[in-house]
């Protein structure tokens, strides 16, 4: 008690900066004590907001240190996750595993939200604010890759992978909501965890439902992880498409394709008229647009007229009126191309998002931690790996920023406003960002430059790469939580900007309705047929400290043994 009466009466004497070096550098937890205790008495109408945020910083070190310390816990869940390689609306061993992970944790937890089978929202906590963590759980049709190996092999040959790293997301978000939990208890800060998963993301299949259903009503704020190759956050328009997702399913007459073809109605004629009408009318169409389809049922054999085909149309552009307007016409040409081929016609809305745009209070809060957090340090194993596989996949040698692309990056990405970067894709975690304050948080768990939605996407993500990457995540969300928490100016300032910027000329209108429900059926014939083979794969913490030494692999291997 004496040594912090001596140092107020220093500091309140002069100022802070004759407090003496060598006392800060010797004890910090002593020093920070006195300051905090100065500020309450010199700065008047702010006493509980500068206390906060000075007690916060001993918070913020606090967790950030002992996320240092978890790096085998990110390893472990990271590399699990990436074994499971379950694709969207399927993803039932992923969430069995992250949700006993939490429960063991004390969280409580809601399966089968919205009525899909695979998701669920963990909660934690009491009171305001409610902050809501997310990042998707599902991977890619045929990105089956052995991680850390610098040449295609598949674990599972044609399997699901990780070809998106959508195996870190949620474990980022779980060591970081833990270890701010327990100080939450510790401390008796009031607030509210709610940890959720991107189920079916690749199929922009679920985040409009949750919207629908009321899961993001109570939600103060939220957010979102998705893997990167750098760590970055931005606000405003994203500079990505909203888009609807929709199959047209056609039925006719099957008959004799040789013997009696006249009686027979093509519902692939139907298919394919509405493909070359489509095709035609690109022509006239904003540069912006982006519609792609595959035939999911193109009739059984050819001398079988078909009675049944079915295409499936992603329907892409810039803002809601346009991609209704896309959804109208496709609707239309589906109508008329079954009058033309005497058929009839259905459809089905099976996943949805919108044109994103992310806010602006929340992004600098999360970019002033990206910013003490810093890159990762990567190793001479890292950065050869890296640079094999951009060899490998002949990557650009610029990223889109006009970057050099070489190896992993060792500079920080910027906090970045509205996109001038058109991107073309879509992500539905829009549309928990047009109802909540949201952002999208990316961290530097992958390789630069790569395709993305592929094998060789899916190689950094169960390597020290991606565990680092996860690592300097969990600390940067750790981070923004405790200054969420401890200061609600963010969060009254993230609701200004939604209200008075974001919101001010557009109101979200929903694609889905009440009668949509949610695809669920969607990939599931395609585990039962790769999930057995898949099991025999799956990672075993009790017998091998990493993945990588699982499946027998020298990180990194930069080609193929016995070549
Ligand atoms: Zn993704």
């Known amino acids: 008690m004496n040594y912090l009466t001596s140092q107020i009466l220093t500091v309140s004497s002069n100022s802070e900066l004759t407090i003496n070096k060598n006392t800060i550098m010797l004890n910090q937890k002593l020093i920070l004590l006195p300051l905090f205790v100065f500020f309450v008495t010199i700065v ?22 002992t996320l240092n310390g978890k790096y085998k816990t990110a390893q472990e869940m990271v590399d699990m996750v990436f074994s499971f390689s379950e694709l969207g609306f399927q993803e039932t061993e992923t969430s069995a595993y992250l949700t006993s992970i939490l429960k063991k944790n004390g969280f409580a937890i809601e399966n089968e939200i919205g009525g899909i089978p695979t998701a669920w929202m963990a909660k934690w906590g009491n009171g305001k604010p409610v902050i809501a963590l997310g990042s998707d759980i599902d991977c890619i049709p045929k990105a089956s890759q052995k991680p850390g190996i610098a040449y295609k092999e598949a674990i599972v040959e044609d399997a699901p992978g990780h070809g998106e790293g959508h195996n870190s997301g949620l474990p980022l978000m779980i060591l970081a909501a833990i270890e701010v939990k327990k100080i939450m208890e510790r401390e008796k800060i009031p607030g509210t965890l709610v940890i959720w998963p991107g189920v079916a993301e690749e199929l922009v299949g679920t985040k409009a439902w949750y919207i629908r259903d009321g899961y993001f009503k109570n939600i103060d704020a939220c957010i979102f992880a998705h893997v990167g190759s750098n760590m970055g956050v931005s606000w405003g328009d994203s500079g990505n498409n909203g888009l609807v ?3 047209f399913k056609f039925q006719g007459n099957a008959a004799h394709a040789a013997g009696s073809p006249w009686r027979g109605k093509s519902a692939l004629d139907a298919v394919e008229l509405m493909d070359v009408a489509w095709n035609f ?7 912006t647009q ?16 078909p009675s049944k085909a079915a295409v499936w149309y992603y329907l892409r552009e810039r803002s809601y009126e346009d991609i209704k307007s896309m959804y109208d016409d496709a609707i239309l040409y589906a109508k008329s191309v079954a009058q033309m081929t005497g058929t009839t016609m259905s459809y089905k809305l099976l996943g949805t998002a919108w044109p994103g745009h992310f806010n602006k209070p929340i992004a600098e809060a999360v970019y002033n931690n990206i910013k003490t957090v810093g890159l990762p340090v990567w190793d001479s194993s890292d950065q050869q790996l890296a640079r094999a596989v951009q060899k490998l996949v002949n990557a650009p040698k610029k990223n889109p920023r006009g970057q050099p692309i070489d190896g992993m990056p060792m500079t920080l990405d910027s906090l970045d406003g509205p996109s001038q970067i058109l991107t073309g894709a879509s992500d539905d975690i829009a549309d928990i960002a047009w109802n909540v304050p949201t952002v999208v948080f990316r961290y530097p768990s992958n390789i630069p430059g790569l395709a993305g939605h592929d094998w060789s996407s899916a190689i950094a993500m169960a390597t020290p790469i991606a565990h680092k990457g996860v690592v300097a995540g969990s600390k940067v969300v750790a981070a923004t939580l405790m200054d969420m928490l401890t200061n609600p100016k963010i969060i009254s300032d993230a609701w200004a900007y939604y209200t008075n910027v974001q919101t001010k000329d557009v109101k979200y209108i929903p694609f889905v309705d009440s009668t949509t429900h949610p695809a669920t059926y969607l990939n599931k014939k395609v585990m039962d047929e790769f999930r057995p083979q898949l099991k025999n794969y799956y990672y075993d913490p009790s017998k091998y400290k990493t ?4 499946l027998g692999i020298q990180y990194p291997q930069l080609e193929k043994k016995g070549l």
């Open 44 to 65: 008047n109408g702010q006493k509980n907001e500068v206390a906060t945020s000075s007690q916060a910083e001993v918070w913020k070190n606090e967790v950030m240190k």
């Open 245 to 247: 997702s929709v199959e």
């Open 281 to 287: 009318k690109r022509e006239h169409m904003k540069p």
């Open 290 to 305: 982006r519609s792609h389809y595959v035939i999911t049922d193109g009739g059984d054999q050819p001398n079988v007229v």
């Open 547 to 550: 993945y990588l030494e699982q």
